[in-house]
């Protein structure tokens, strides 16, 4: 019995330890508790990476995180407010420019990922939610996910008209 406790002990000062040395904050953004507690500790550097990476603009960041593995609900809120951080310390106008390219997937997922981190997120540190909307505190990002998404509808439609007249 004495040894099994001794195990016990062990395995969870360990556990502990590899816990412990995930960081929750990184150059300012913050990562939500959710999105860091079910994370792997390797996950856990990876995202810290890619954040890095796209606060110095490498646009090719930006792809990784929004299909980082956020855990679904809480976690990709805050996943969403990760991003969020992102949008305000690099400028609307810069993220834009970083996103131009992205497939219609990667946009219409972006586009729910922020409008959670507005909503959820804690932008301003008062501790509450700040449901905040897309259209009223990113407006240019918001038109120009629009307008992507709509031309990608509408290649798409083009495609399948093209195809159907074909066959």
Request: with cysteine; charged share 20%; glycine share 8%.
């Amino acid at each position: 019995m004495n040894n099994a406790i001794k195990t016990f002990l062990f395995i969870s000062i360990i556990g502990l330890g590899f816990n412990s040395c995930k960081q929750n904050e990184v150059n300012g953004i913050i990562i939500g508790l959710t999105l860091s507690e079910n994370q792997s500790l390797s996950e856990n550097r990876e995202l810290i990476q890619l954040i890095k990476d796209a606060l110095n603009l490498n646009e090719q960041a930006i792809p990784k995180l929004i299909n980082f593995p956020c855990g679904g609900a809480a976690g990709c809120y805050d996943l969403g407010f990760v991003l969020t951080q992102i949008i305000y310390q690099i400028g609307e106008d810069e993220f834009i420019e970083m996103i131009l390219l992205l497939d219609t997937n990667y946009i219409n997922k972006l586009q729910g990922l922020i409008m959670a981190g507005l909503e959820y997120g804690d932008n301003n540190n008062d501790g509450k939610s700040d449901n905040k909307k897309i259209e009223k505190e990113f407006p240019t990002l918001n038109e120009i996910l629009t307008k992507l998404k709509m031309a990608a509808e509408i290649s798409t439609t083009t495609f399948k008209t093209k195809t159907m007249k074909y066959n």
